[in-house]
């Protein structure tokens, strides 16, 4: 039976989204001991690395009208917004499933950004929040390692994924997988 797991990822926007985002997994990682440091990126070239890649996803999302968007991905997306009229949508294809970004603003007024699969499964939300609000934590990594920047904006990321336990030859292993069906990569 699988397993839906729940990782929740602090990342701010631009610059600092990467920083963030390893910030939370050097955090993690602090505890093992054993882990050879040097081998891990600096946060300025994971930073530059994710902007990237960023890049390269964008030239592949097609912007639609919101009314173009399939009943299950609507369904998901009203359970986060009030009515869809003033939000924005897009889809791209995702290890061949079909995925939608739909974008708009919370009822507290900052923008969330949901991404769901057209069966209507949400598996990443984004959540902007504000700067202050962040755990002091990712403020002292940020006012340390980004001092000579300025906060532009910052998001609460919920990243939702499938784990599997396995057996191969005898041996027990994790397969963790995204809700279009690619393998995650980086687990230890």
Known sequence: MLDSRSNVSLVAAGIFGAALALTTAQALSACNASRNRSQQPSAKSSVESKEKKEEEEADEEEQIDISKV?????????KHFANLKDCKASREND?????????????DGLDISLNITSSGAIFEVERETKADALPAEVRATLAKSFSDATVK?????????????MTRNGKRFEVQLSATGRVREGKD
């Open 70 to 78: 399939p009943e299950p991905v609507r369904a998901a997306a009203l």
């Open 95 to 107: 290890h061949g499933a079909q995925i939608y970004e739909i974008v708009g603003k919370g009822g």
């Open 153 to 165: 904006k910052a998001e609460v990321i919920e990243e939702h994924f499938y784990e599997v336990q």
